[in-house]
């Protein structure tokens, strides 16, 4: 088993409605900022499954025929997006069996942190994995019998996960919704021409014209049938609630709404809290494109500074266009963005941005912004500095790529050739998002994490499995040599 390949997703289902699968198109559709890499969708028509999945953008891997040949009322569908490593078709999901309980099919959000060891114990009482991603294991648990004999798994195998899941869960004639406890990752529900819908953001409600109805809480099991809704909670004690503050800053598409705070105004506020926060004396306001859009607004709003749009996006740049050759030195970082040089030159920028993770974005743009001949350029950036990884579905490098991990923030400046940069504070962050502090995950921020997760176990693990496998005949030699073959 190599390590567990980290993937943040998008999830959307649909409980009753005889165009689902079509739902579930545009569900996903609207959800693919959360994945490029896979997309997929299972339906059932009350006894069959139908699966199709493959690599690419949604609309490259359902066409009108293909969409159409998925006939039932019940759909649940996945984006996925996912580290090096796990980047093969049968990687993607909703996976699906077919076992004593009937089908189900599985469609994940998050990163299981016990997957390693649940994997382990898994396998070393038989099971057989499909995959290496960790969703497979709530499949394989789901599968099992439910403790002392009782046929419930479903309670059962949702407590024995730790980390970070929103789940989709679908049977030939239910639909089953599931969150962790702790309620890292968003998943919200709706109502559509009398069918329910479940989605990771609702940006993809506002697409099919559903009405939003309300989150799925944390620990909660929500499960849709033909009778109506069935909710319970899964884990009565209390949990810390750890909703993921980078959903706000980041990752979550601006028209959504995050537990009742809309995405694009919360990043407005983390600008004009970062402007009270770092002022600065500047002719223009600039945002790196688009996610530096909504809180360059905001700075220029509080600091009453103009704003401009002078990085120009090209939308249609995929994942695999042609490396370029040393022809063009450059072209990574002008592909996506290109400069209108006029709007600065001999100008004292403020250019905001989002994040800066191993900072080689910015020390392009920043670049970008000098050799156009800007006279000063100030860097913002509306979260605070990530110091750690996240073990909850973001893919964050390990602490040794992470910029402010390893350095001052005047090395970085210089190594960013900024004339001053500047962060948003973690207070201040959380204020402009308007929640209690204690119920984010700020893991990324302070090392707070509020599930532990132990690197070194998963480590001993694998070492464990790639050192005391034996193969089908090495076990009958090693018999054979103890007298023990029959
Ligand atoms: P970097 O060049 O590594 O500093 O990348 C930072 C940029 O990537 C920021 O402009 C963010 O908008 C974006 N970003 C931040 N986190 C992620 C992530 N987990 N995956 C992809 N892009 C990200």
New binding site residues.
């Given amino acids: 088993m190599q390590a567990y390949p980290k993937h943040y997703c998008g999830v959307f289902g649909v409980f009753g409605h005889p165009k689902a699968a079509e739902l579930t198109y545009y569900g996903l559709f609207a959800l693919q900022h959360r994945g490029q890499e896979s997309a997929g969708i299972v339906v059932s028509d009350g006894n069959r499954f139908d699966v199709h999945k493959g690599m690419g953008l949604v609309p490259q891997v359902f066409d009108a025929q293909r969409l159409q040949s998925l006939k039932g009322h019940l759909a649940i569908g996945h984006t996925r997006y996912s580290t090096t490593g796990s980047s093969q078709v049968h990687n993607a999901q909703p996976l699906t069996v077919d076992c004593a309980r009937g089908k189900i099919a599985v469609a994940h959000n998050g990163n299981l942190t016990n997957a390693a060891v649940l994997r382990e114990e898994l396998e070393s009482a038989g099971s057989i994995f499909q995959t290496t991603v960790d969703s497979e294991i709530v499949l394989h648990l789901l599968a099992q019998p439910g403790p002392n004999g009782s046929a419930n798994s479903l309670v059962h195998a949702i407590r024995r996960l730790e980390g970070a899941y929103s789940l989709l869960i679908m049977t030939e004639r239910e639909l089953i919704a599931a969150r962790d406890p702790h309620g890292f990752r968003p998943l919200v529900l709706g109502r559509v021409d009398g069918a329910w819908v479940v989605a990771s953001e609702t940006c993809a409600f506002d697409l099919i014209h559903a009405h939003y109805e309300r989150e799925i809480q944390p620990g909660e099991i929500l499960i849709i049938r033909e009778g109506g809704l069935l909710s319970l909670q899964a884990f009565p004690e209390h949990r810390r609630r750890a909703f993921c503050v980078f959903e706000y800053v980041?990752f979550a598409r601006p028209d959504s709404v995050l537990e009742g705070r809309n995405v694009h105004l919360a990043r407005v506020e983390m600008g004009r809290q970062l402007a009270r926060e770092h002022p600065v004396a500047a002719d223009l306001v600039i945002p790196?494109p688009d996610?530096?859009n909504s809180a360059a607004l905001g700075y220029a709003l509080e600091s009453g500074i103009p704003f401009e749009m002078a990085f120009v996006r090209n939308h249609y740049v995929g994942r695999s266009f042609l490396q370029p050759s040393q022809l063009i030195r450059d072209f990574n970082v002008r592909v996506k963005l290109n400069l209108i040089g006029e709007l600065v030159r001999g100008k004292r920028v403020v250019v905001v941005?989002?994040?800066?993770?191993?900072?080689?974005?910015?020390k392009a743009r920043v670049n970008t912004l000098k050799e156009a001949g800007a006279k000063e350029v100030h860097v913002r950036v509306s979260c605070p500095p990530h110091m750690f990884p996240c073990v909850y579905g973001?893919?964050?490098p390990d602490r040794s790529k992470l910029?402010a991990a390893n350095h001052s923030l005047d090395e970085i400046r210089h190594y960013l050739k900024a004339d001053s940069l500047q962060y948003l504070s973690l207070e201040g962050m959380v204020k402009a998002i308007g929640r209690a502090r204690d119920t984010f995950c700020l893991a990324c921020y302070n090392g707070d994490y509020p599930v532990p997760y132990d690197p070194s176990l998963d480590k001993e693990i694998m070492e464990r499995r790639r050192t005391q496998r034996h193969s089908l005949v090495e076990a009958l030699l090693q018999d054979q040599a103890q007298g023990r073959l029959l």
């Fill in positions: 980041y790196v996610s530096g941005d989002d994040s800066i993770v191993r900072g080689t974005t910015c973001i893919d964050f910029m």
